[in-house]
């Protein structure tokens, strides 16, 4: 299986503060991707990255920021977070491109915002 | 812009019973790339499938096969004999080749339940 964690697995925190999710790959891949899954949306891509220090937006990035420093990690920060933030947020990992030989993705980090 | 639909949500089925999952998509792009993932109970999104635009042969692996129709933008996804490990959430999803982003769009998901 490729190398790729998410850390934490589950946490609940309360509105307004901060969160941060990292994502660790050991796969040297270029590409890395923040969705999250809701009911009834499927999966919607927050941000992703296609390199160092190289970042873009997705269909819902309102109130998420990310950074990449590192080819490995890649850092999902929620600045202030709501109830409407709860929801389970998995990173993906793609060498070639997602968008021709699909994404391996992380098991995935529940958050509960109270 | 991509789009895909998953219009059914969720079906049950007894075990042994032939289902199809299905899937549209929109896209302007003439090159692009359609995938189904399966999310277990467990929670993990696993790959199954990945079919580029030029490849409209249908594929079999083993009681899973695909039907991959251009004229209707269709890529429909059939379980022969389900079985209860075939409970899970089916995701199917586009890219197009075109703007660079390597991005994914999935469709809403459609939870199959096979029942005993």
């Known amino acids: ?114 | 812009a991509q789009k895909v639909t998953q219009a059914q949500t969720e079906i049950s089925v007894v075990e042994k019973e032939d289902v199809t999952l299905d899937c549209v998509y929109e896209t302007r792009d003439t090159t692009y790339y359609l995938f189904w993932y399966k999310q277990p109970p467990s929670g993990e999104l696993v790959f199954l499938i990945r079919r580029n635009s030029f490849d409209e042969q249908n594929e079999i692996s083993g009681r899973y096969s695909w039907n991959f129709q251009k004229s209707t933008s269709s890529f429909n996804f059939t379980i022969t004999a389900s079985q209860v490990v075939d409970s899970a959430v089916y995701f199917c999803a586009l890219s197009e080749a075109s703007g660079g982003s390597e991005k994914l769009v999935f469709g809403k998901g459609m939870k199959l339940t096979v029942n005993p």
Request: charged residues 20%; aromatic residues 12%.
């Open chain 1, 1 to 114: 299986d490729a190398g790729i964690t998410q850390s934490p697995r589950h946490k609940v925190t309360e509105t307004g503060t901060p969160v941060t999710l990292r994502c660790h790959q050991t796969e040297n891949h270029r590409y890395m991707y923040w969705y999250r899954q809701d009911p009834g949306h499927g999966l919607r891509l927050i941000h992703y990255s296609y390199g160092v220090k190289d970042t873009d937006k997705g269909e819902v990035s309102d109130g998420y920021s990310v950074s990449r420093s590192k080819t490995e990690d890649f850092l999902l920060t929620l600045e202030s977070a709501t109830s409407s933030q709860t929801s389970v947020y998995f990173c993906a990992i793609s060498d070639l491109g997602g968008g021709a030989y699909g994404y391996t993705f992380g098991s995935g980090t529940r958050l509960t915002v109270v």
